[in-house]
């Protein structure tokens, strides 16, 4: 059964430091992975998509790598800021079609 | 607005009542699902439908019954809830069943009592 870890729990860094988020999961045959946003009490917006085929996607500030023998993702943001404040979801599917399994999350928090 | 909304936002139900959550999307999305996210706990898929039929349904207690009248609308029917049940419950929806391409609602934050 697949378990995808997020490790720390929470964060918190001064405003414009560069910071990295960590996924781990336990079945490196996956599909592809996904990392989420989530504010307080809201839904889940998607960030970036990882194929399995693929090491890295970028999306401005974002970048996310993917090192699937090793079972890991990385979540880098550059220059955080207090907008970038909000709990980062990670999501692992092991094939198309199939459910997706998430982590419990990192709560970032970002002082001004 | 995501384009998924999600009624009421919060709703605070006793373990005799009974209740239901609305979803609607007018995104022309195939696919819509149903997910609970519990504090400390990752969201756990309830159900899912496709082409307004349930293809998924993870082992979820009776008292849960979802419907899906037609592509824009999911409903989740609640009956005799116990207070582990209260959680944010998500609902999200897709082009196609195979999940790719989500769009999340705002939830509703229920709380039995």
């Known amino acids: 059964k697949q378990e995808v870890t997020q490790i720390p729990a929470a964060l918190s860094v001064p405003e414009g430091e560069n910071l990295v988020l960590n996924c781990s999961f336990t079945d490196s045959a996956i599909y592809n992975l996904q990392w989420f946003r989530q504010d307080p009490g809201k839904g889940l917006t998607s960030l970036l998509l990882i194929q399995s085929s693929q090491r890295e996607q970028t999306s401005g500030r974002l970048n996310a790598s993917l090192d699937k023998s090793s079972g890991r993702s990385t979540l880098y943001i550059a220059a955080s800021q207090p907008g970038d404040s909000a709990t980062y979801l990670c999501a692992v599917r092991k094939s198309s079609g199939d459910k997706l399994t998430f982590g419990t999350g990192t709560r970032l928090a970002v002082r001004p | 607005e995501t384009g998924v909304t999600q009624t009421p936002r919060h709703l605070v139900m006793g373990m005799t009542n009974k209740k239901s959550l609305k979803c609607e999307q007018h995104?022309?999305?195939?696919?819509m699902y149903w997910y609970k996210q519990s504090a400390k706990k990752p969201l756990e898929l309830m159900f899912v439908y496709s082409l307004e039929e349930r293809v998924e349904n993870n082992s979820v207690p009776s008292r849960f019954s979802p419907e899906c009248p037609n592509s824009s609308h999911l409903f989740l029917h609640l009956h005799t809830l116990q207070p582990e049940d209260s959680a944010l419950y998500l609902c999200?929806?897709?082009?196609?069943?195979?999940?790719?391409?989500?769009?999340f609602g705002s939830g509703t934050r229920l709380t039995v009592v």
């Open positions: 999200a929806s897709s082009p196609h069943g195979d999940g790719v391409g989500y769009t």
């Open positions: 995104l022309g999305h195939n696919a």
